[in-house]
Structure formats: structure tokens, C-alpha cells
């Protein structure tokens, strides 16, 4: 069992001067926190949804960082390696539309070409994603008793993320690319969600790993989170959770980031395999960012909370690191 604190109620992010509520701190099973961020200029707030197809995988992020919104449609043809990719920089996050609690409410940003729409309900999600080349419609239902992680990263009282980590969702629908239709059928599918809310340091680099298969999934993270007190890891057997709150050891060649990657800790010895990497950099001045994301399979095992350990061979999902000047 996790030394963090679980909440089992609903509680605000913020005090009414916009400082971390040390109530908020914790983590939950269920999305519990509403986002009452203040202020101006050091706020993020972001959806990123990751879709595994037995064809593509998909990447969409929607974000607004207060002084500009980045929002991106990324695309993965699994057999031929061939990526479709559209990012754009819209000044001051106009047209951008975020609800302050997960699961709630419609995300919805749009510019340069690209429209994101993200409508959530008790029951689950649909996603509209267009960009050049690119037309995405799913469904991403939510199973009862399906549970996910939430948990708030305290930086200090100016400084804090509240992240929510939906990992091993059903999904369907359909995806185009220029004049092919591609299913997204819901056997061998699934949808990861990253949601967050926050106000973020100036620098920050971190590690990130999520898999899914039948009945398992994985969700693990690093560096962001260390020295916190709070963890972003945890095991999902059958849809429940089981809070890992250990910090990890990442292992992996920054020359060659398709060997294999190492993330131990006593609950946790975890190998992946990387198929193929999606890189990416942004420098626009002051601001910049570099990412390594690499899709793969995970091999080796967790422990549950009852102390069996469950195999995570045969997951499939991406590993990656990721640095940001913001």
C-alpha cells in the first residue's frame, strides 16, 4: 500500500487566493478535483488523448499555457512507420475551451487548421479531431467501475499540477487519413487520457510510461514528481487501482532511444521495447520544448496491493521523456 493519502471527496485545487489547497493534496480513484486556478500567466491546462489502433496510433493534445495555446494531431501508421503530424501555436490560447473538472463538461480548441472537441458525460467521452490530411470520430466509453488516477504534485503553495492519468479506456470509431478510412474497432483498442491542471515551474523535465492489454494496464512517471511526496504510479488490474507509491529509476540511452528501457522500483521491475520514436522540438525563443516519445511494448511485472505480482508482458503503449521551458 501507498504512504500518500487517498481522497474520497470532492474538493477544490485552490484556496480563494489561488494558492494550493493542502486539502487537494492526495490522490483519488475517481476524478474528485475541481481546477479553481487564478490568476494569469503561469496556469496550464491540457487534454492529451492517446489512441492504440491494431492499424495507427493517435496522438491529440489540446492546451492553453495562459499566453499561447498548443494543440497538435499526431498520427502513426503502425506498419509502414509513416507519421501524420499538425502542430500549431495560437497566441493567447484563443478559441481554447477547458472545464475545470475531468469528465465534466466539453474541451474545445481550434486554430490553424486544427479543431479538437472533447465532450465528456457520466458515461464516457467523444472525441472530433480534424486537421490537414487527418479526420478522427470515437467514442471512448467509460465501463462501470472503471477506476483512474488523480493525484496533485505540491511544487510548493505557488507551485502545483493536479494531473489525472485514464489509462486501458475502451474506444471506437472511425479514422481518416486524405481519401482512406481506417475502423477503430473497440477489440484490440484503447484510449489513454492525461489531463491536467496546473500552475507549473519554469523549466521541468519528466518521464512518462503508459500500457494496456486485456484486463491490465500500466501507469508510471518520473522526474517531475521526485522529491514531492506524491507519485503518478500505479496498476490497473480489471479497472481497479492499486496506488504505486514508490519513486522509480528510469533507464535508458539517450543516443538510441530505440533500445530497450529499465523502470525499477520495489513494486515495479518494468522493461520496454521501443517499435518506433516520435521526436519532436519547439523553440520559440524564451519558450522550448523536446520530446521523445517511443511507442513499444512493456515486458516484466508489478506488484498488486495484496503483494502478487502481475505481468505486464504483452502491454502495448509508449514511453517517453519529455523537457519544457514554459
Same mark, same amino acid.
Given at each position: 500500500?501507498?504512504? &500518500?493519502?487517498?481522497?474520497?471527496?470532492?474538493?477544490?485545487? #485552490?484556496?480563494?487566493?489561488?494558492?494550493?489547497?493542502?486539502?487537494?493534496?492526495?490522490?483519488?480513484?475517481?476524478?474528485?478535483?475541481?481546477?479553481?486556478?487564478?490568476?494569469?500567466?503561469? =496556469?496550464?491546462?491540457?487534454?492529451?488523448?492517446?489512441?492504440?489502433?491494431?492499424?495507427? $496510433?493517435?496522438?491529440? *493534445?489540446?492546451?492553453?499555457?495562459?499566453?499561447?495555446?498548443?494543440?497538435?494531431?499526431? @498520427?502513426?501508421?503502425?506498419?509502414?512507420?509513416?507519421?501524420?503530424?499538425?502542430?500549431? @501555436? @495560437?497566441?493567447?490560447?484563443?478559441?481554447?475551451? /477547458?472545464?475545470?473538472?475531468?469528465?465534466?463538461?466539453?474541451?474545445?480548441?481550434?486554430?490553424?487548421?486544427?479543431?479538437?472537441?472533447?465532450?465528456?458525460?457520466?458515461?464516457?467521452?467523444?472525441?472530433?479531431? @480534424?486537421?490537414?490530411?487527418?479526420?478522427?470520430?470515437?467514442?471512448?466509453?467509460?465501463?462501470?467501475?472503471?477506476?483512474?488516477?488523480?493525484? *496533485?504534485?505540491?511544487?510548493?503553495?505557488?507551485? /502545483?499540477?493536479?494531473?489525472?492519468?485514464?489509462?486501458?479506456?475502451?474506444?471506437?470509431?472511425?479514422?481518416?487519413?486524405?481519401?482512406?478510412?481506417?475502423?477503430?474497432? !473497440?477489440?484490440?483498442?484503447?484510449? *489513454?487520457?492525461?489531463?491536467?491542471?496546473?500552475?507549473?515551474?519554469?523549466?521541468?523535465?519528466?518521464?512518462?510510461?503508459?500500457?494496456?492489454?486485456?484486463?491490465? =494496464?500500466?501507469?508510471?512517471?518520473?522526474?517531475?514528481?521526485?522529491?514531492?511526496?506524491?507519485? &503518478?504510479?500505479?496498476?490497473?488490474?480489471?479497472?481497479?487501482?492499486?496506488?504505486?507509491?514508490?519513486?522509480?529509476?528510469?533507464?535508458?540511452?539517450?543516443?538510441?532511444?530505440?533500445?530497450?528501457?529499465?523502470?525499477?522500483?520495489?513494486?515495479? !521491475?518494468?522493461?520496454?521495447?521501443? /517499435?518506433?520514436?516520435?521526436?519532436?522540438?519547439?523553440?520559440?525563443?524564451?519558450?522550448?520544448? !523536446?520530446?521523445?516519445? #517511443?511507442?513499444?511494448?512493456?515486458?516484466?511485472?508489478?506488484?498488486?496491493?495484496?503483494?502478487?505480482? $502481475?505481468?505486464?508482458?504483452?502491454?502495448?503503449?509508449?514511453?517517453?521523456?519529455?523537457?519544457?521551458?514554459?
Amino acid at each position: 500500500m501507498t504512504h &500518500e493519502r487517498e481522497i474520497t471527496e470532492p474538493v477544490d485545487l #485552490c484556496l480563494p487566493d489561488g494558492r494550493l489547497d493542502p486539502a487537494a493534496i492526495g490522490w483519488t480513484r475517481r476524478p474528485l478535483h475541481r481546477a479553481n486556478l487564478r490568476g494569469w500567466g503561469r =496556469a496550464k491546462r491540457w487534454e492529451y488523448w492517446g489512441i492504440v489502433t491494431p492499424t495507427h $496510433i493517435v496522438g491529440l *493534445v489540446a492546451s492553453s499555457l495562459d499566453y499561447a495555446g498548443l494543440h497538435g494531431v499526431y @498520427v502513426l501508421d503502425r506498419a509502414t512507420g509513416r507519421e501524420t503530424a499538425k502542430d500549431v @501555436v @495560437v497566441p493567447f490560447a484563443r478559441h481554447a475551451v /477547458f472545464p475545470d473538472r475531468s469528465g465534466t463538461g466539453t474541451a474545445s480548441v481550434r486554430g490553424g487548421g486544427v479543431r479538437i472537441d472533447i465532450a465528456q458525460s457520466p458515461g464516457g467521452t467523444s472525441i472530433s479531431a @480534424v486537421a490537414p490530411e487527418v479526420e478522427l470520430e470515437v467514442e471512448v466509453p467509460l465501463p462501470e467501475g472503471h477506476e483512474s488516477l488523480g493525484v *496533485v504534485v505540491p511544487w510548493g503553495p505557488h507551485r /502545483f499540477q493536479y494531473t489525472v492519468k485514464d489509462v486501458g479506456r475502451p474506444v471506437r470509431g472511425r479514422l481518416r487519413l486524405g481519401a482512406e478510412e481506417f475502423a477503430v474497432p !473497440e477489440e484490440g483498442s484503447f484510449a *489513454v487520457l492525461d489531463h491536467g491542471r496546473g500552475k507549473w515551474p519554469y523549466a521541468v523535465t519528466w518521464n512518462w510510461a503508459a500500457g494496456s492489454g486485456p484486463g491490465r =494496464a500500466i501507469q508510471l512517471g518520473g522526474k517531475w514528481t521526485d522529491r514531492t511526496g506524491s507519485t &503518478e504510479n500505479a496498476l490497473f488490474v480489471e479497472g481497479r487501482l492499486h496506488k504505486i507509491g514508490d519513486e522509480l529509476e528510469w533507464h535508458y540511452d539517450r543516443t538510441d532511444w530505440l533500445r530497450p528501457w529499465r523502470i525499477r522500483g520495489p513494486r515495479v !521491475e518494468a522493461g520496454f521495447q521501443p /517499435f518506433h520514436e516520435h521526436a519532436s522540438r519547439t523553440e520559440l525563443g524564451v519558450v522550448g520544448s !523536446e520530446t521523445h516519445q #517511443c511507442f513499444g511494448h512493456f515486458t516484466g511485472r508489478a506488484r498488486a496491493d495484496d503483494g502478487s505480482w $502481475i505481468p505486464l508482458d504483452g502491454l502495448t503503449g509508449w514511453a517517453e521523456k519529455a523537457r519544457n521551458r514554459w
